[in-house]
């Protein structure tokens, strides 16, 4: 198997040609920035919203024993369940034996991005367990057996033609070209799935320490029905996403839409906080919460990229990132895309397979521009390349940069240096761009700027003197 | 050690590793409360009318219908009209609420939602009629709970949405709504409590914004005026 760098690059390098792909990606986010714009600009002010999030995700990450075992506490005084999961392996086998004990024949669930990380979806099926993706975006990668695009709009990538083709194939439904028609068949698809479901899981988008509610936000519908209608409503959630107090979603619930899908608040913010009470008329008889470690204590203990911790998976980096806009979620190759999936994976998933993601930026500094909880992802992308060279360098480009350092700390041999390439130009203009080129890694893509007629010592020395 | 306490022992160790390099710039005041976040969201009119107004036209481009009645016959009258409009066969609304009340000269199928109806009957109605307990002006939204909203499924299943609230239930922001949430209900809160803004939707085909995604296609919010306790009475928030 080709290793994750090298399949990144080929895979960015094939979407990096398809022009067609690359307009469809950017004119769907065109649309997002103008009503992302707008909605930001409702806010009295944006800039202290933003401050203030971030330090209240600070105040969480740095109590966050103390705020974890107050949401289990109260959780389980209102009668949910609550197991700890250090790694994938421990979330998906509790998953799967309550599964299994509740005999649950069909599982219907809506977004959540921990569960593609832990691939939940494979592991139920291989059990035998029928599993439904309901929310709309979700429900069309898996009819297409594949990942999700982007962590907020996961069929961004796909055009009406080819979802009816796939509505077509896999359920029959007549061929349209009409996005209303198309997402009416999979409503009518889904509702039966809602129904007939024994086990719902669903994701979180926050969890509140004070109350042991979590809170989920939504534009669907699907995430509600998901955890009305099922017997069992299992949630799945990271450690980092709890958040002090009820009350501080008052601010939180519209930055996220903002930042998200530019929306002032989308349609649902749906907080749960048990199984349905005794009182209650409807609603699962048990909640079962799973918190997820996986690699988030590793990136806690890193003080210097422990803010990536404040992330509320919006999405905004993603959409204002280059790379991002003309490779496209899946080159990535992994759950989390964009400038925050190329900071976080290499502490969920090693350093060194992992660190080519933060060699594929411009360091243009849009995403922590944009990021509604401060982090400081461009530096962090830097730091990244930092320590993966500090871990295990390579010994070819120490000499190389040893050289370079030889060289440009002895002025007259700089000099001389700068003469010498400038008579090798001609020679290398007659290879430019084949592979014999010995710049070919630089020009197979791009231009080599030639050498300017004068230095710029040449033009001091001339003014000087 | 179990899982629990591994982790727990790693986010310990991992915090006694020194404090973020990248703190946010303003650590104070955190616990200060909905004073403290209100100039920054978005605005809301000081004025009971200004926030009616405020709901009003955030109803409109949500594409929530919001309707305002005098009382609570005229609130039957609007039932009756909207059930002649879209040709309800049935209702189904929570058992021992004031909803009943509403709808008794209303000529429509009624189904009074408790613990025994089936998921699969409540499909099948043609609209869901549920109270609440709050509107909020800055956003267009109707909160409600297990408790006003006849549990998690009478508000999301049927594919038409009637809340009916009254003018004291209009509250002016977000803050203000959690505010009431923790007055009424804390520590004992319902179990699922939801902010709903606007009918059902989604934009994942294309970024084409489609209703009715997987819940209600359509969401009418009936305002009745009299009813309830004195607008005046109404928490107004703190000057900013």
């Known amino acids: 198997m080709a290793s994750s760098a090298s399949q990144f690059n080929a895979d960015a390098t094939r979407m990096v040609g398809d022009l067609g792909h690359r307009q469809m990606v950017q004119q769907s986010l065109s649309g997002y ?162 129904i007939a479901a024994d086990m719902g899981i669903t994701g979180a988008n926050f969890a509140v320490a004070e109350t042991g509610m979590i809170s989920i936000t939504e534009n ?59 009182e209650e008329i409807d ?98 992308l830097l730091q990244n390349r930092r320590n993966a060279v500090a871990e295990k360098a390579s ?60 230095s710029f010592r040449d033009l001091w020395k001339q003014r000087t003197s | 050690m179990n899982a629990r306490d591994s982790i727990l022992a790693r986010v310990r160790e991992a915090l006694r590793g020194g404090s973020s390099s990248h703190p946010a710039e303003s650590e104070t005041q955190l616990a200060d409360g909905p004073r403290e976040v209100r100039p920054f969201l978005p605005k809301v009119p000081d004025d009971f009318a200004g926030q009616v107004a405020l709901f009003a036209e955030r109803s409109e481009s949500l594409k929530t219908e919001f309707l305002s009645c005098a009382d609570e016959a005229a609130a039957s009258a609007q039932l009756q009209l909207l059930s002649d409009r879209e040709g309800w066969e049935s209702v189904a609304f929570p058992a021992d609420s004031e909803i009943r009340g509403l709808l008794t000269g209303v000529s429509v199928g009624k189904l009074e939602v408790s613990r025994s109806t089936v998921k699969t009957d409540l499909e099948k109605v043609s609209a869901g009629i549920t109270g609440c307990d709050a509107l909020i002006a800055q956003t267009g939204s109707v909160l409600l709970t297990a408790k006003s909203g006849g549990g998690r499924a009478l508000s999301v299943l049927p594919v038409h949405h009637v809340v009916v609230a009254t003018y004291s239930q209009l509250v002016p922001d977000l803050p203000a709504a959690f505010e009431l949430l923790e007055k009424k209900y804390a520590p004992n809160f319902p179990s699922f409590m939801t902010f709903i803004t606007g009918p059902s939707r989604t934009g994942d085909i294309e970024r084409v914004l489609v209703l009715g995604a997987h819940g209600p296609r359509k969401l009418t919010v009936i305002l009745v005026e009299s009813a309830g306790t004195n607008p005046s009475s109404i928490e107004q928030p703190p000057p900013s």
Request: proline residues 5%; hydrophobic residues 40%.
């Open chain 1, 33 to 194: 920035q103008k009503a992302r714009s707008s909605n930001a600009g409702r806010f009295q002010d944006w800039e202290s919203a933003r401050s203030r999030a971030a330090a209240t995700k600070d105040e969480a990450i740095r109590h966050l024993d103390r705020y974890l075992e107050q949401f289990e506490e109260k959780l389980i005084a209102r009668g949910a369940k609550v197991f700890w999961a250090n790694d994938a392996t421990e979330a998906r086998s509790y998953i799967l034996d309550l599964a299994r004990a509740k005999q649950a024949k069909a599982i219907v669930k809506s977004k959540t991005m921990v569960s593609e990380e832990i691939h939940l979806n494979e592991a139920l099926e291989k059990a035998g367990f029928h599993v439904v993706e309901s929310d709309l975006g979700e429900f069309i990668v898996q009819l297409r057996h594949e990942a999700p695009y982007h962590i907020v709009f996961p069929a961004m990538h796909l055009t009406r033609g080819q979802i009816s083709d796939l509505f077509q194939q896999k359920l029959g439904a007549e061929a349209t070209s009409d996005p209303e028609a198309l997402t009416m068949t999979a409503r009518r698809t889904l509702r039966q799935a809602y």
């Open chain 1, 220 to 278: 669907e519908g699907n995430a509600r029905l998901t955890s009305a209608l099922p017997k069992t409503h299992v949630v799945l959630l990271g450690i980092e996403k709890i958040l002090p107090r009820l009350a501080d979603l008052s601010f939180f619930l519209p930055m996220l839409a903002t930042a998200g899908t530019g929306q002032q608040l989308t349609c649902y913010n749906s907080m749960v906080g048990g199984p349905r009470s005794a």
């Open chain 1, 283 to 380: 609603g699962p008889e048990e909640m079962h919460v799973v918190l997820l470690d996986n690699g988030r204590t590793r990136l806690l203990a890193d003080a210097e990229q422990r803010d990536a911790l404040r992330c509320i998976r919006c999405g905004a980096c993603l959409n204002v990132c280059p790379i991002f806009r003309n490779v496209g979620g899946h080159a990535y190759g992994t759950t989390y895309q964009g400038p925050i999936g190329s900071v976080i994976t290499p502490h969920l998933r090693g350093l060194q397979s992992w660190q080519h993601l933060s060699q594929a930026s411009s360091l243009c500094g849009a995403c922590t521009e944009t990021c509604p909880v401060k982090i400081d992802l461009h530096h962090h």
């Open chain 1, 395 to 454: 010994p070819f480009q120490q000499l190389g940069f040893r050289a370079f350092a030889f060289v440009v700390n002895r002025p007259g041999l700089f000099a001389f240096a700068v003469r010498a390439m400038k008579c090798f130009s001609p020679l290398q203009r007659l290879f430019n761009a084949t592979p014999a080129d010995p710049a070919w890694p630089w020009t197979k893509s791009r231009e080599l700027p030639s050498f300017a007629r004068k």
